[in-house]
């Protein structure tokens, strides 16, 4: 029990660590509520989720908000500056796309391609009908334009892009070969790039003008925490409209289209960002696998299908406090101000519940070791009790009888002390290591023999625990009288307070 | 730090066989302690649990518990004005809960689960502090054996139910006390 504990708390104690780490910037305002809240009940209560309210589609609403200081967006703004700084400083480019403005650029092909992709998919599988029904994964702009326009174009941003490539990053002109257009007029979604990180990370240098990788490198860095993001809005989605559809059944028979609908947009989104997530980390990681230009490894980690979870406890499975926090709520957390948007608040819960947690593990491991200490000194209780009854002296039975008494009394008593050597046996290693918690130790003397040695099976310790050997011998005579100090209690003589 | 004044106790009432009993134990531990079972033949109503409340726990406090965490399945509302209630019973053993260093009244947790919002956030042991990971649910595991008891003893007379409660959870105690050991120890066991 107590290793158990133990370990547990230490598991708990570093998950929520982890957290406050994450939110170091947020996690002092959080913990003024928290305090607030356990000295005052009446204050903001900091475990109760938001309530997301009725409609559905305000809800959708409100999650779809960009973060408000959205990772890529502040990149793009800050490149925009560089470049305008450096054409100020009289710094030329070959064309009239910067090298920024390239990159930008040809990540936004990149992800228009990969809708295309998915229409292309549905296409092949459900035909042109339900296509129509898959726009909950597109952009907004040129929503009316039909599959063979939007590829149209793609092959015309494809093409644009490819001039400020020559020039940019001259060595991939030998990639661009004949094959490559015609694929691009067939199947423009399927075309590779060429940016630098599909390069082989051996001629990238040599391919392309120096600075074009690390440049890729942050672009890629904030798609990826912007796709986090993303992840965890659609996450948090998906959960509201379980619980929502779970707590408010109606009593119809009709199918909850539109419920299905949102559920196919909040998962097609979900699946978008993951997918952006895996492209830009996989890039992030060819363009520097040992860290070239930043520290990423901590930050982004590979997404695997089972870090896709929570916030909190998923419905079925493990209980809360079995169960850790996927990293995906730790880590990369874009820190704002101590927002109050939905995501902030579900943040905050978790957050707050992981200390409780923790925290409880802690208490468990004090408790398991303070149940131990009230064990013992039952036992000992007990067998002061029974060593006392053994002195009664009865008039109205004989000699012999009370002979027999006094013998069952000591016999009693002795078992009760062979408990607390038993026990003492088991936990004694466990509890020295915590001497801090344990003063009281000392009043009990080491196992004799064998300190080391733990009872291997358990149908052993079920059998020795169930008759424990008996020391003293059985005839009166032969018994020692109890000596005064293992018979001194430091505690109030009253036994139903030391039963557990 | 922990203090070691600190009592965690629970109070559930069983319905059996058209009586409530009412128990009262170590939130921790699986034990009966038949002192502290209250055959209720009335009606359901507070004053029973308050007075069994009553009577055991002035003997706690008169043995230094200070501190004291009370879990029971309705105690959101039971506990509204219990200090007050106790005050006003003129027989019952005495016990001010104000004296006491704390005392805090919890749901516990397999139970919470079926409490509003409000009730989860407020009477959690999760979010309490002390506690532990206690859940309080451990006397319910023991309703399985001691349901059939009900009919068993349906035909006796009071004293004579009494009896064979008494003797049933003692075996009860004794198996548990037999393996105190086995279930105890201080790393885990396959069970």
């Known amino acids: ?500 | 730090m922990l203090s070691q004044a600190l009592l965690l106790f629970r109070v559930a009432t069983h319905s059996f066989d058209r009586k409530e009993l009412l128990i009262y134990r170590r939130a921790r531990g699986k034990l009966y302690f038949i002192s502290l079972i209250h055959n209720l033949t009335l009606v359901f109503r507070y004053i029973n649990t308050d007075y069994a409340l009553a009577s055991t726990l002035s003997n706690d406090v008169k043995a230094g518990i200070s501190d004291v965490v009370l879990t029971y399945d309705i105690g959101c509302q039971w506990g509204k004005n219990l200090s007050q209630r106790l005050s006003n019973y003129s027989s019952a053993p005495s016990l001010d809960i104000k004296s006491l260093n704390s005392f805090r009244v919890a749901v516990p947790k397999f139970h919470i689960i079926g409490h509003g919002a409000s009730c989860q956030a407020t009477f959690n042991l999760a979010y309490m502090d002390n506690v532990g990971m206690t859940h309080g649910e451990g006397v319910e595991t023991i309703w399985s054996h001691s349901t059939s008891l009900a009919i068993w003893s349906r035909e006796n007379a009071p004293s004579a139910r009494h009896l064979i409660l008494d003797d049933h959870w003692n075996g009860w105690n004794w198996r548990k006390y037999v393996g105190l050991r086995k279930c105890s120890g201080p790393r885990p066991h396959a069970s």
């Not at chain 1, 918690?437 to 040695?453: I, K």
């Open chain 1, 1 to 500: 029990m107590l290793i158990r504990a133990s370990e547990s708390a230490k598991a708990h104690r570093e998950a929520a660590n982890s957290m406050s780490k994450a939110w170091h910037k947020s996690a002092p305002g959080r913990r003024k509520l928290l305090l607030a809240y356990k000295q005052d009940k009446s204050k903001p209560n900091p475990f109760e989720e938001p309530d997301p309210g009725t409609s559905t589609y305000l809800c959708v609403w409100s999650l779809s908000q960009q973060h408000p200081d959205d990772v890529l967006d502040k990149l793009k703004d800050q490149l925009a500056r560089e470049d305008s700084e450096q054409q100020g400083a009289g710094v030329s480019f070959p064309h009239k796309m910067t090298p920024a403005a390239f990159l930008q650029f040809a990540l936004e092909v990149e992800a228009a391609q990969y809708v295309l992709f998915l229409l292309f998919q549905s296409l092949l599988t459900f035909g042109p009908r339900r296509i129509l029904k898959t726009r909950g994964c597109e952009n907004s702009e040129g929503d009316s334009s039909t599959f063979i326009e939007r590829r149209r174009a793609l092959t015309k941003n494809i093409d644009n892009l490819r001039d400020p490539q020559r020039l940019y990053m001259p060595g991939t002109s030998s990639h661009l070969s004949a094959a490559d257009l015609i694929l691009l007029a067939d199947h423009p979604e399927n075309v590779e790039l060429w940016l630098p990180s599909a390069l082989p990370s051996a001629s990238r240098d040599t391919q392309c003008i120096a600075g074009l990788s690390k440049l890729e490198y942050r672009l890629r860095f904030a798609q990826a925490m912007t796709a986090l993001h993303d992840i965890r809005l659609a996450r948090r989605l998906l959960r509201i409209l379980t619980t929502k559809s779970q707590t408010h059944i109606t009593n119809t028979q009709r199918p909850g289209t539109r419920t299905c609908s949102v559920f196919d947009k909040a998962k097609a989104k979900l699946a978008r960002a993951v997918s952006t997530y895996r492209t830009s980390r996989k890039a992030v990681v060819d363009l520097a696998p040992n860290e070239e230009f930043g520290l990423w490894k901590d930050t982004l980690r590979e997404l695997k299908d089972g870090d896709i979870r929570g916030p909190g406890k998923e419905e079925s499975g493990t209980s809360a406090s079995r169960s850790a926090q996927s990293w995906i709520w730790t880590t990369g957390l874009q820190a704002s101000s101590p927002g109050d948007s939905d995501l902030d608040i579900v943040l905050r819960v978790e957050w707050c519940k992981a200390q409780e947690l923790a925290k409880r593990y802690e208490e468990e491991v004090q408790l398991v070791i303070e149940e131990m200490r009230r064990t013992l000194v039952t036992f000992k209780l007990n067998a002061h009790e029974w060593e006392q009854r053994a002195t009664f002296s009865i008039p109205a039975v004989g000699d012999a009888a009370a002979a027999g008494i006094t013998a069952y009394a000591y016999k009693q008593a002795s078992i009760q002390r062979g408990l607390i050597k038993v026990f003492i046996k088991d936990w004694y290693d466990i509890l020295t290591d915590r001497p801090h918690a344990t003063p009281w130790l000392h009043d009990y003397s080491p196992p004799a023999e064998n300190r080391r040695r733990r009872l291997v099976s358990n149908v052993q310790l079920y059998h020795s625990s169930s008759s424990p050997r008996v020391d003293t011998p059985h005839t009166i005579n032969d018994v020692p009288p109890p000596s005064v100090d293992t018979m001194s209690l430091d505690v109030p003589a009253n036994s139903s307070d030391f039963d557990d």
